[in-house]
Each structure stands twice: as C-alpha cells, then as structure tokens.
C-alpha cells in the first residue's frame, strides 16, 4: 500500500551491532571448547550450517573428535527472517552414533537468537548437548553452553559476512 513504512530486517530492528573479527572468534571458540572439554567426551560434532560450520571445526579440533556430521538448515536471507528449511538432516550413521536420541553428540551452531532453528534441532536430537558461540535472550533457554551473551536488540556481524571498508569519522555523523 502506498505510504505503508517498509518492513524493517531483523538487523535494521536490531539497531545495536557487534562486530566480531577472526581473531576473536577463533578465540570464543577456544573459551567454548574449554568448557565442552567438562561435558564431553562427545562421539561426534553435528554443526548446524551454514553459521555453526567454522565453530565446529574449531571445536572438534580442539577437542580431538574426527566425526562431523552437518544438518543444513536455512531461517535468514541475508537479515530477513523466514520460515525455517531443513535443506538436508543428519546422517544415518550419526543419528546411530547418538543412539538415536542424540546421547553423546554435540550440536554446534554460531549463535541462537529468537532460538527457532536451536528448537528444530533440539527436537531431533533431545539427549545431544547443545552448544552456540553467542546467545541473545530469547534463544538462551534453547543452549546448554554458550560463551557471550548479547541483548536482543544488538546484530552480530560475523567475520564471513564482512570486510574491512573504510568507516568515516565519529565526527562526520558516524555511529
Ligand atoms: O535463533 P534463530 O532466530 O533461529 O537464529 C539463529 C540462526 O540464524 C542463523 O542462520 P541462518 O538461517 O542465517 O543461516 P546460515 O547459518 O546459513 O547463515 C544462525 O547461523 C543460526 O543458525
Ligand atoms: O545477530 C545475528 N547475526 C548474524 N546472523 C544472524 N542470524 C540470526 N541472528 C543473527
Ligand atoms: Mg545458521
């Protein structure tokens, strides 16, 4: 309709950013795998792609486990939240490794946020142990260990997603 204001994204709702580099990343990864290391051992890593790919290379290495299994799912195109898409489940031989109800398997995403793809994968998986990098509010409840907390109105930038551009002076209007 015209005059109707344009649905504002997930990240422009959002307002507050919280861009993280490769260097802290590889870091909160490392502080995550540290606390694993207490839960653990796990028989196997299940990253939730594409987000939880570079963490559970991180932490599989780190915690010396050589089977990693994906379960593709999509919600963002890009900041814009849709409906939920399992593009591919778990392997057999996962699922059998975690005997079914995901016993000694370790999920691993990048962040849970409104915790609706942590929720699907919960439910497929209840007995796995849970883990995100970064958790907002509402996903929290969803994750069994994550390392930093972030409000719910802040976007994590990840560095996968961005580049170094130039940025102009707080001065000249910048945020
Ligand atoms: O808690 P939620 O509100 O469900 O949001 C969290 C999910 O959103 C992002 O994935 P996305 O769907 O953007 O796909 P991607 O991992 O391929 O980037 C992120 O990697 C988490 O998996
Ligand atoms: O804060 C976020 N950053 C990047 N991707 C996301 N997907 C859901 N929330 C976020
Ligand atoms: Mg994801």
Redesign the pocket.
């Known amino acids: 309709m015209a005059g109707e204001a344009p649905e504002l994204s997930?990240q422009e709702r959002?307002g507050k950013a919280f861009p993280v580099s490769w260097d802290q990343f590889h870091r909160d990864c490392r502080a995550l795998t540290w606390r694993l290391n207490e839960v653990g051992p796990f028989h196997a890593v299940i990253a939730i792609t594409r987000?939880g790919l570079v963490p559970a290379a991180i932490v599989a290495r780190e915690l010396g486990v050589r089977i990693i299994d994906t379960v593709c799912i999509a919600s963002?195109d890009h900041?814009k939240q849709g409906e939920l898409q399992v593009l591919k489940g778990m392997s057999e031989a996962a699922i059998k490794l975690g005997g079914g109800t995901g016993k000694g398997l370790l999920i691993v995403d990048d962040?849970v946020?409104t915790g609706k793809t942590g929720r699907l994968v919960r439910d497929m998986l209840p007995d796995a142990h849970f883990a995100t990098v970064y958790a907002k509010p509402k996903g929290r409840p969803l994750v069994d260990t994550f390392i930093t907390e972030v409000s719910q109105d802040?976007?994590?930038?990840?560095p996968w997603?961005t580049a170094l551009s130039y940025h102009p002076p707080l001065r000249d209007g910048a945020a």
């Open positions: 997930a959002a987000g963002y900041d962040l946020d802040t976007w994590i930038f990840f997603d």
